[in-house]
């Protein structure tokens, strides 16, 4: 261990770190009450041109009464309803047009609404919230439209869905009297007979500002933006004193066990509970740590370990101590491999708790876990939204005061903490299990297990109660004095005029071009660098082009298979070895490879990148590919190939995105083939390596707390010595052919409770690709028509106005050899045919009769608006260089979007609704209870 580690060590070790490990500085938190009760929490960072706001009620799903789950969340979708100064529909049309990235979540504790807008632009917010806080009317007609909306979402979310259905379950078994059994969305039947009267009455009691707190971060005076709350949430008058309910769980008594089957899963798991106290109660920092040792998604972990890595049981292992307001239970979780049982999983499990029981851990180990809580909050507050987000969240579950003291209590455990809180709370006798078992009796209907082209797949056993709304997306007019108060005290002003988005007016981003230094490496790898002093990380990125994987086509999932192996063992080290410095040391570090580029990136603490850029140069260049590590990753690889296409969802999508794409690389089995897994060998994978992985096609992108002459010489020392050349003639694709003709695939399955619609259109030869000239017209168009299930033509008038579905979501999937565009909703089957109709009625509006000026107006707002949330920090900038690099653009691209979006013109975009929209070619894909004709109208 060299001394500076050494001395970063013993400071954990001692606690007596100089500086918060979170990044917030609580002596710049400022608290502030108004007269009427309404908590004000502020926190200053200039680093962009954003105010963040965040309003939380404290009022969740448990503080529901009998019969009425799911009123909490009845009344958040009701605020978007809107109230007499902001009618239906401006709520979102206003905060889109100008920029704003908006949302609101219901949980079982709070409710929150937040927006994320420039800084000129944030008395909006206040203006909504303001006005939200206690002039919502609830319309009885739109409440009766709503609930519909909300049926659909409890069907998309939990009665559709294998972990939705196991949870709800569970729930039940795990609180025996505490509200946190029942579900956030609500039960069917509550939902169903809640009438708009008990709403209201739930929204007047808890809606007030003595039951708020209202959390700003981002660029602004304190002193200043004070006053303005004051002026806008000042008047909303104090609501009654609320009681302080008593939430309160019994003790379990016994043994649970859950054996729950459901077509939708493929293959075995299980999952432990145990009674455990909130992280910041007696034990909590001990269970957290003795968590992260035992079953954290790391690979280090001792179930990680014993489970996936040597075992070859399973596929993945976690669990660990959540943060929550009141106790939830202690989890564990592994999902097994097809060749493992459950009594064997099982007994590791219990085999590793009593080693911790009755062995000491090493030291070594505890101090691994406080490195790593080091890295995650030395790095976790980049963004304004997310220093808000945890002031709020830390507010409400304890206080924001303690919001520096988590780092304390987790390096005050000991060995000792350890083996007392294993013993105290692990006992086999008081716990629930769930086994989690196919159902061999019914039709598979849907899965966990999605993959999806060219993206990161999602760990399927992540969980969440909250309950979000459809509207994330990120892509000076202050009024006068005047105005501000004859808004405040009943002025009849036109919202719509008022927040009207003045183009010449918008904050635009400063230009990120001249930030950008250049040099090349010794070996003639060219690096592009910003140097920037923010935040004390760096930041690595880099792509190898490879043009088409001719292997790939003749053994499907080689790429696979090489890229999953990289970090298995390099010349230098073994995998045990590198797993154990990434894990002491933490830095972060990821390999992909595409249909045509191999993918890096590497992120660490300013103080260990010398580490960061070793570790990742060594995989990249200098892999092993141990036969015996193969071993261990080959079933997985197999497992997942057997899975793919199991069930009717991804049947009917692949049979769609490969009709696209036949003929093309992109067509080709996303996840291998098992033949290919079984019979590749070590030389096939060598073979293809050192074909395609070489510096003659590699760039690099660095950015952070660097001189440039620290990261020539590092990286010089690491990626500038590495010298092979590459076999690889970057062999060109063929061009994607566009969709000729009209195909309709139905995949019947009675057991899905919704059908899922999926639609492609691409009448372009070459597909749809990244240096498309109409690109900006293409996305506001995307926008106008179906960008956004609460403000796009197709959700106003699919889901607001006619109620078909809880969401419509538009992909333009491009890439730089073509792509298509993708149109997909869940409904309910007796809608499936009106919402095709209601699609292409309003394709057909729009070709034929174009868009508003208002509509190119706002649509222009936003985007440009957007550039700005795009580059909020010096990390978001590279990736932005990165992905024009990639893309092959030219380096002032992003600089250059606000004049190229300004220039569309409304007929530019009724050309592309022409050019890109073709409703005599398309694929219309369902799977759902349909018949298989039932759709053949549309052929």
């Given at each position: 261990?060299?001394?500076?580690?050494?001395?970063?060590?013993?400071?954990?070790?001692?606690?007596?770190?100089?500086?918060?490990?979170?990044?917030?500085?609580?002596?710049?938190?400022?608290?502030?009450?108004?007269?009427?009760?309404?908590?004000?929490?502020?926190?200053?960072?200039?680093?962009?041109?954003?105010?963040?706001?965040?309003?939380?009620?404290?009022?969740?799903?448990?503080?529901?009464?009998?019969?009425?789950?799911?009123?909490?969340?009845?009344?958040?979708?009701?605020?978007?309803?809107?109230?007499?100064?902001?009618?239906?529909?401006?709520?979102?049309?206003?905060?889109?047009?100008?920029?704003?990235?908006?949302?609101?979540?219901?949980?079982?504790?709070?409710?929150?609404?937040?927006?994320?807008?420039?800084?000129?632009?944030?008395?909006?917010?206040?203006?909504?919230?303001?006005?939200?806080?206690?002039?919502?009317?609830?319309?009885?007609?739109?409440?009766?439209?709503?609930?519909?909306?909300?049926?659909?979402?409890?069907?998309?979310?939990?009665?559709?869905?294998?972990?939705?259905?196991?949870?709800?379950?569970?729930?039940?078994?795990?609180?025996?009297?505490?509200?946190?059994?029942?579900?956030?969305?609500?039960?069917?039947?509550?939902?169903?007979?809640?009438?708009?009267?008990?709403?209201?009455?739930?929204?007047?009691?808890?809606?007030?500002?003595?039951?708020?707190?209202?959390?700003?971060?981002?660029?602004?005076?304190?002193?200043?933006?004070?006053?303005?709350?004051?002026?806008?949430?000042?008047?909303?008058?104090?609501?009654?004193?609320?009681?302080?309910?008593?939430?309160?769980?019994?003790?379990?008594?016994?043994?649970?066990?859950?054996?729950?089957?459901?077509?939708?899963?493929?293959?075995?798991?299980?999952?432990?509970?145990?009674?455990?106290?909130?992280?910041?109660?007696?034990?909590?920092?001990?269970?957290?740590?003795?968590?992260?040792?035992?079953?954290?998604?790391?690979?280090?972990?001792?179930?990680?370990?014993?489970?996936?890595?040597?075992?070859?049981?399973?596929?993945?292992?976690?669990?660990?101590?959540?943060?929550?307001?009141?106790?939830?239970?202690?989890?564990?979780?592994?999902?097994?491999?097809?060749?493992?049982?459950?009594?064997?999983?099982?007994a590791i499990i219990w085999d590793e708790i009593d080693?911790?029981?009755?062995?000491?851990?090493?030291?070594?180990?505890?101090?691994?876990?406080?490195?790593?809580?080091?890295?995650?909050?030395?790095?976790?507050?980049?963004?304004?939204?997310?220093?808000?987000?945890?002031?709020?969240?830390?507010?409400?579950?304890?206080?924001?005061?303690?919001?520096?003291?988590?780092?304390?209590?987790?390096?005050?455990?000991?060995?000792?903490?350890?083996?007392?809180?294993?013993?105290?709370?692990?006992?086999?006798?008081?716990?629930?299990?769930?086994?989690?078992?196919?159902?061999?009796?019914?039709?598979?209907?849907?899965?966990?297990?999605?993959?999806?082209?060219?993206?990161?797949?999602?760990?399927?056993?992540?969980?969440?109660?909250?309950?979000?709304?459809?509207?994330?997306?990120?892509?000076?007019?202050?009024?006068?004095?005047?105005?501000?108060?004859?808004?405040?005290?009943?002025?009849?002003?036109?919202?719509?005029?008022?927040?009207?988005?003045?183009?010449?007016?918008?904050?635009?981003?400063?230009?990120?071009?001249?930030?950008?230094?250049?040099?090349?490496?010794?070996?003639?790898?060219?690096?592009?660098?910003?140097?920037?002093?923010?935040?004390?990380?760096?930041?690595?990125?880099?792509?190898?082009?490879?043009?088409?994987?001719?292997?790939?086509?003749?053994?499907?999932?080689?790429?696979?298979?090489?890229?999953?192996?990289?970090?298995?063992?390099?010349?230098?080290?073994?995998?045990?070895?590198?797993?154990?410095?990434?894990?002491?040391?933490?830095?972060?570090?990821?390999?992909?490879?595409?249909?045509?580029?191999?993918?890096?990136t590497g992120y660490s603490l300013t103080q260990d990148?010398?580490?960061?850029?070793?570790?990742?140069?060594?995989?990249?260049?200098?892999?092993?590919?141990?036969?015996?590590?193969?071993?261990?990753?080959?079933?997985?690889?197999?497992?997942?190939?057997?899975?793919?296409?199991?069930?009717?969802?991804?049947?009917?999508?692949?049979?769609?995105?490969?009709?696209?794409?036949?003929?093309?690389?992109?067509?080709?089995?996303?996840?291998?083939?098992?033949?290919?897994?079984?019979?590749?060998?070590?030389?096939?994978?060598?073979?293809?390596?050192?074909?395609?992985?070489?510096?003659?096609?590699?760039?690099?992108?660095?950015?952070?707390?660097?001189?440039?002459?620290?990261?020539?010489?590092?990286?010089?020392?690491?990626?500038?010595?590495?010298?092979?050349?590459?076999?690889?003639?970057?062999?060109?694709?063929?061009?994607?052919?566009?969709?000729?003709?009209?195909?309709?695939?139905?995949?019947?399955?009675?057991?899905?409770?919704?059908?899922?619609?999926?639609?492609?259109?691409?009448?372009?030869?070459?597909?749809?690709?990244?240096?498309?000239?109409?690109?900006?017209?293409?996305?506001?168009?995307?926008?106008?028509?179906?960008?956004?299930?609460?403000?796009?033509?197709?959700?106003?008038?699919?889901?607001?106005?006619?109620?078909?579905?809880?969401?419509?979501?538009?992909?333009?999937?491009?890439?730089?050899?073509?792509?298509?565009?993708?149109?997909?909703?869940e409904l309910d089957k007796d809608n499936v045919v009106?919402?095709?109709?209601?699609?292409?009625?309003?394709?057909?509006?729009?070709?034929?009769?174009?868009?508003?000026?208002?509509?190119?107006?706002?649509?222009?707002?936003?985007?440009?608006?957007?550039?700005?949330?795009?580059?909020?920090?010096?990390?978001?900038?590279?990736?932005?260089?990165?992905?024009?690099?990639?893309?092959?653009?030219?380096?002032?691209?992003?600089?250059?979007?606000?004049?190229?979006?300004?220039?569309?013109?409304?007929?530019?975009?009724?050309?592309?609704?022409?050019?890109?929209?073709?409703?005599?070619?398309?694929?219309?894909?369902?799977?759902?209870?349909?018949?298989?004709?039932?759709?053949?109208?549309?052929?």
């Open positions: 261990m060299n001394i500076r580690n050494f001395v970063r060590t013993w400071i954990l070790l001692t606690g007596l770190l100089s500086l918060p490990l979170f990044g917030i500085d609580d002596l710049k938190v400022n608290e502030h009450i108004l007269d009427n009760g309404l908590r004000v929490i502020t926190y200053e960072m200039h680093t962009a041109p954003i105010i963040y706001s965040r309003l939380t009620y404290n009022v969740g799903s448990k503080y529901e009464p009998h019969n009425q789950t799911g009123i909490s969340h009845i009344v958040e979708h009701m605020m978007f309803k809107g109230t007499k100064r902001f009618p239906k529909g401006t709520i979102a049309e206003l905060i889109s047009a100008n920029g704003g990235v908006f949302n609101a979540f219901t949980s079982n504790d709070i409710t929150v609404y937040y927006e994320l807008l420039p800084k000129n632009k944030i008395e909006l917010a206040f203006d909504i919230e303001s006005q939200r806080m206690y002039k919502c009317d609830f319309n009885p007609a739109e409440f009766e439209s709503e609930i519909k909306v909300i049926m659909e979402e409890r069907k998309q979310r939990t009665e559709n869905r294998a972990d939705g259905k196991k949870r709800e379950e569970l729930n039940t078994l795990l609180y025996k009297c505490h509200p946190y059994r029942n579900p956030v969305i609500g039960w069917m039947e509550d939902i169903e007979s809640i009438a708009r009267d008990q709403a209201y009455a739930h929204y007047k009691k808890y809606y007030t500002p003595n039951n708020a707190t209202l959390v700003l971060t981002g660029d602004f005076d304190t002193d200043e933006i004070l006053k303005t709350v004051k002026e806008y949430f000042g008047k909303a008058p104090k609501g009654p004193e609320l009681e302080n309910p008593r939430f309160f769980d019994v003790e379990q008594e016994g043994k649970k066990i859950l054996e729950f089957k459901h077509p939708d899963i493929l293959n075995e798991s299980i999952s432990m509970y145990f009674a455990a106290p909130t992280r910041f109660q007696e034990d909590g920092a001990a269970l957290y740590v003795m968590g992260n040792i035992l079953a954290s998604r790391s690979a280090t972990s001792r179930l990680n370990k014993r489970l996936v890595r040597e075992g070859k049981l399973c596929k993945s292992t976690g669990g660990g101590l959540g943060f929550s307001k009141d106790p939830r239970p202690f989890s564990i979780y592994a999902s097994l491999l097809p060749e493992a049982s459950l009594e064997e999983v099982e080693s911790l029981k009755n062995h000491p851990v090493a030291d070594y180990d505890l101090q691994k876990i406080k490195n790593k809580l080091a890295f995650s909050e030395m790095t976790g507050d980049q963004y304004i939204s997310d220093v808000g987000d945890r002031l709020a969240t830390y507010d409400n579950y304890v206080s924001w005061r303690h919001i520096n003291q988590w780092d304390d209590m987790v390096t005050a455990v000991t060995k000792d903490d350890i083996m007392r809180v294993s013993n105290q709370y692990f006992d086999e006798d008081k716990m629930v299990i769930c086994y989690s078992l196919p159902d061999s009796s019914a039709k598979v209907s849907d899965s966990s297990f999605e993959a999806k082209p060219d993206e990161e797949i999602e760990d399927a056993n992540q969980e969440s109660d909250d309950i979000a709304e459809p509207e994330i997306d990120l892509e000076n007019d202050v009024a006068s004095k005047a105005g501000l108060f004859s808004r405040l005290f009943g002025g009849k002003e036109d919202v719509r005029e008022l927040y009207k988005p003045r183009l010449a007016e918008i904050l635009a981003p400063n230009p990120i071009a001249s930030l950008l230094d250049s040099f090349k490496l010794d070996n003639g790898v060219p690096v592009y660098m910003i140097e920037n002093h923010d935040f004390p990380t760096v930041c690595i990125m880099g792509f190898i082009e490879t043009g088409r994987l001719l292997e790939d086509a003749t053994n499907p999932g080689i790429r696979i298979f090489t890229n999953s192996m990289l970090p298995r063992g390099t010349t230098r080290h073994t995998y045990e070895e590198l797993l154990e410095e990434r894990s002491f040391t933490p830095y972060q570090f990821d390999f992909g490879q595409s249909w045509n580029k191999i993918i890096f990148a010398d580490k960061m850029l070793q570790g990742t140069y060594e995989i990249l260049a200098e892999p092993a590919f141990p036969e015996e590590e193969m071993d261990k990753v080959r079933p997985r690889l197999i497992s997942n190939a057997k899975d793919f296409k199991k069930t009717e969802t991804i049947k009917a999508f692949y049979t769609m995105f490969e009709q696209v794409f036949e003929g093309h690389q992109y067509a080709l089995p996303y996840t291998g083939t098992v033949e290919t897994f079984e019979n590749t060998t070590r030389d096939n994978l060598i073979r293809f390596y050192e074909k395609y992985y070489s510096p003659d096609h590699l760039k690099m992108m660095v950015v952070g707390d660097f001189t440039k002459e620290w990261i020539q010489k590092e990286l010089n020392a690491t990626y500038g010595s590495w010298k092979h050349s590459s076999g690889d003639e970057n062999t060109g694709f063929t061009k994607i052919k566009p969709i000729q003709g009209k195909y309709v695939y139905v995949f019947n399955n009675p057991e899905y409770k919704q059908c899922r619609l999926d639609m492609a259109f691409n009448p372009i030869d070459g597909g749809i690709s990244t240096d498309i000239e109409d690109y900006e017209a293409l996305k506001i168009l995307e926008q106008i028509l179906c960008g956004s299930s609460l403000t796009s033509r197709m959700g106003i008038e699919l889901r607001d106005k006619q109620g078909l579905s809880y969401g419509i979501k538009s992909t333009l999937w491009i890439r730089d050899h073509g792509g298509y565009w993708n149109i997909r909703t009106r919402m095709i109709q209601g699609i292409f009625a309003e394709i057909k509006k729009i070709r034929k009769d174009g868009i508003t000026d208002e509509e190119l107006n706002k649509a222009k707002a936003r985007k440009i608006s957007l550039l700005t949330l795009q580059t909020r920090t010096a990390d978001d900038i590279a990736g932005i260089i990165f992905d024009e690099l990639k893309d092959k653009k030219s380096l002032d691209h992003f600089d250059n979007r606000r004049a190229a979006i300004m220039a569309i013109t409304k007929e530019d975009v009724q050309l592309v609704a022409h050019k890109y929209l073709d409703l005599n070619n398309y694929i219309i894909s369902v799977s759902g209870d349909l018949a298989e004709k039932s759709l053949d109208m549309f052929k």
